[in-house]
C-alpha cells in the first residue's frame, strides 16, 4: 500500500504558475503509474496529466497540453505537475493518484485504473 500527500496548492493570478508536488510513501515508487486529476465544485473528476511507472511515458489533458508538465523523482518518491499559464478555468482540487502492478510504460488517464488517491490541494486561479 502507499500513501500520497499533495502540496503546492494555493491562490495565483491568471498567467502565474504553481508546481504541486505528490509525496509517496509506503512501497517502492517506481512500482506505481502516477496521475493528476482535478474536480472543480459541482463537476465530475476529470483526468489532468500522467506518467508510467518507468517515467518514461508521459500524457496529458488537451486542456491543459502545453501548459501542464507532469514529472516523477524516483529518489525522492515524489511527483510533480508544474502548472504555467494558469486560468481561471483551472481552478479546481487536484489530487494525485497511484496504480499498481501495471507494465513499466502504461499511462493510465480514467480514474477508475487507480488504486490509491490523496486527499488533495486547492488551487484557485483569479482572473
Known amino acids: 500500500q502507499v500513501q500520497l500527500v499533495e502540496s503546492g496548492g494555493g491562490l495565483v493570478q491568471a498567467g502565474g504558475s504553481l508546481r504541486l508536488s505528490c509525496a509517496a510513501s509506503?512501497?517502492?515508487?517506481?512500482?506505481?503509474?502516477m496521475g493528476w486529476f482535478r474536480q472543480a465544485p459541482g463537476q465530475e473528476r476529470e483526468f489532468v496529466a500522467a506518467?508510467?511507472?518507468?517515467?518514461?511515458?508521459?500524457y496529458s489533458a488537451d486542456s491543459v497540453k502545453g501548459r501542464f508538465t507532469i514529472s516523477g523523482d524516483n529518489a525522492k518518491n515524489t511527483v510533480y505537475l508544474q502548472m504555467n499559464s494558469l486560468k481561471p478555468e483551472d481552478t479546481a482540487i487536484y489530487y494525485c493518484?497511484?496504480?499498481?502492478?501495471?507494465?513499466?510504460?502504461?499511462?493510465?488517464?480514467?480514474?477508475?485504473?487507480?488504486?490509491?488517491w490523496g486527499q488533495g490541494t486547492q488551487v484557485t486561479v483569479s482572473s
Open positions: 493518484a497511484a496504480a499498481q502492478s501495471r507494465p513499466p510504460g502504461v499511462v493510465l488517464i480514467t480514474s477508475s485504473a487507480y488504486d490509491y
Open positions: 509506503g512501497r517502492t515508487f517506481s512500482t506505481y503509474a
Open positions: 506518467i508510467s511507472r518507468n517515467g518514461g511515458s508521459t
